[in-house]
């Protein structure tokens, strides 16, 4: 009977993050991508971009060019107005890149027997689903706050220097 | 070695407080309302905490015509205290934000204050303002420290920190912690953190600590006495020892007399409502439900739910049963204090809560003191195998986004 065992120290393929590393977040990051482009830009994005381009043009944020959020909306929005080509593809990449950021960690932090398309699934539900949530114009806006989301859960990690994983905690 | 453990393999406390508020911080603070418009109650809160800032005073005698009737709650709570106009709010949010208006007082702007939706259209009044940024940056604050040591309470219940710090953050983001509290200077942010110091301070058995944060909770939201009742009766019961039960009464006892001294000096009598109006029962009869109904919608509406805006919160009631069995006496002592205060609120209030918010804000205080049951439940239910962990997972993501994107437009 042939039985293989694995070699002192090898890691089972489950246990591979390199396995998981492209293929989830690559999936989730070109569904967000081409669901945030196609949806026209909203109520709210387009106020916050018109405070944002008002305050380059020499206004005054809060005195002349009135709002109530805080100056990072105006600057990512303002930096998504003046980017070459449409404000929505613009706005896609942006999802793009926070649900293939959220991916990533998400993977990390997750035990391996939760599989990569639920997590896949649960990200793409997530932007998607705030179509629902907020009508149909806030994807974006979403986006933007999955992006503070995973910030938080990357600067959780990062701060700390932690590398989750099954096991390498307290353990219980 | 793990970073968030010391080399006895216990977490390490400011670390794993700081790797939960510090990037809740950062995150409330970029979503948060910094100027007008605002909300009525957190913009009575900020101007009382303006005024005792820089005048020492929490009267408002600029905001007289707002304690007309047809004006009161409609651009601000101010009421007639017993020297002048005053907020009818208790004092502890606006003490907390004071030292900081006492020190960056920033611009005061005279504005148009308009009166927000009513009966009848009511010209606008023009009053000073303060700079809002104080209150923005106290709110935010507030809310995150509460989470911060939810995770230090929640590390006390689980072999690991990995646990506590990604429920902290969920309990952070997910919740209307984010969408509400850290909003603005809501009463929600201070009475958030006041409540979680005194259930981590109960769990580290630290009970004077405990009772004296009970105590400034009350002086924040009066009702938040009910879980400092239950936690210090509860744990003399079950432990039959009597130091739980006089530290924290004593310790709670401070924030009350000071908030009946407050209601004594400013209104005029030694009660725990102050300025608030006790007509609570006009409230349902003006809407047309019964208070059961009342508390269904509360949980389960399309506007207000708390399972439906925070719908991780309703699959992991699946492993409560399990959770309170297994969970310690300071974890059950403070769910059934969240519990009653959940069912007082809900009698008392109409589910609404007022207008000029997402999702909920009632039972912010109460998710706190139901918190550490919440997460050994949530423990419980993972536990039940990858389908109910990508269903946690799954809800987890959607309230995070639903409260992300309220957190910004409102």
Known sequence: ?172 | MHPLLGPDGLPITWRVFAVVAFPLWVIYLATAAWTLPYNVDPLTNAITAWSIGTRGSPLLPEYEAFTRPEYVGRSIWVVDGLDGPVSKFPPGAPLLAAPLYATFAGDVETVDLTAGPGDTPLPAVTVPVPSLAPSAIVGSATTAVAMGFLALAFARLHGTVTGPVLAALVAGLGTGAWSVAANALWQHGPAMMWLALAIWAAASERWWLSGLSFGMAALTRPLAAVVAAAVGLIVAVSTRRLRPAVAVGCGAGVGIGLLVLYNRTVFGSPTLTGGYDLAFEQWFVDEGIGRVENVVLALVSPDRGILVWSSFLALILVGITPAWRRSPVWVRAAASGGLALLGITYWLGYYRGGGGYLFYRYPLEALVALAPLFFVAAVETVRRGSLARAAVLLASALSIVAHGAASLIT
């Open chain 1, 1 to 172: 009977m042939n039985t293989r065992r694995p070699l002192p120290g090898s890691m089972s393929p489950s246990r591979d993050p390199a396995q998981h590393s492209f293929v989830l977040p690559g999936v989730a990051a070109l569904l967000g991508l081409v669901s945030a482009s196609l949806i026209r830009v909203g109520h709210d994005e387009a106020y916050w971009t018109a405070i944002a381009g008002m305050v380059r043009y020499g206004a005054d944020l809060y005195d002349t060019a009135i709002d109530n959020r805080s100056p990072l909306v105006y600057v990512v929005f303002g930096a998504l107005d003046v980017m070459p080509g449409p404000f929505t593809w613009w706005r896609g990449a942006t999802v793009g890149v926070v649900l293939a950021t959220i991916g990533l960690q998400a993977r990390r932090v997750l035990p391996d027997d939760v599989p990569d398309w639920i997590i896949c699934a649960a990200l793409v539900t997530a932007g998607l689903s705030s179509t629902l949530y907020l009508t149909i114009e806030l994807l974006a806006l979403a986006g933007l706050m999955l992006a503070l989301a995973s910030a938080a859960c990357v600067a959780a990690v990062a701060a700390a220097g932690l590398r989750i994983s099954a096991g390498s905690d307290g353990g219980e």
